[in-house]
């Protein structure tokens, strides 16, 4: 009796050992991805202001702050979405569910795509 319940105290020994080295592996595994996330990955990991879908553009008209916002392509075929007064943004996604990022600033702004005249939309950002 005295031999059993010496064993699962020479075990319950060993796991405070263990214990600490999986914490340091996670932790250093989780701050490598806040890492990631918080430089590359920051862009395409908000939310779409656009999303693109059987070559429409939604919402439409769109209502965003002024900044970069992300445009979702969900169709298996290339778009832009391009102001349509020159140079003020201009963004060609490929896809299915490929994301591009532009940056707008206050003000109206039609847009439409380069491929695909019959498709037009207004941002509105304020
Ligand atoms: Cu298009």
Redesign the pocket.
């Known amino acids: 009796m005295n031999t059993q319940t010496a064993t699962p105290h020479s075990s319950s020994a060993r796991t405070p050992l263990r214990t600490p080295r999986v914490l340091v592996v996670g932790l250093a595994a989780s701050a490598a991805l806040f890492a990631a996330c918080g430089s590359d990955a920051k862009p395409t990991s908000q939310e779409p202001a656009v999303t693109?879908k059987t070559?429409q553009y939604s919402p439409n008209p769109a209502s965003v702050a002024a900044g970069t916002i992300v445009i979702r392509n969900d169709?298996n075929?290339?778009?832009?979405f391009t102001s349509d007064e020159q140079g003020v943004f201009d963004a060609s996604i490929t896809g299915p569910n490929k994301t591009a990022s532009v940056k707008v600033t206050a003000g109206t702004h039609k847009f439409h795509?380069?491929?695909?005249p019959s498709?037009t939309g207004e941002l509105v950002v304020t």
């Open positions: 693109i070559f169709d075929t290339t778009h832009t795509c380069e491929i695909h498709m």
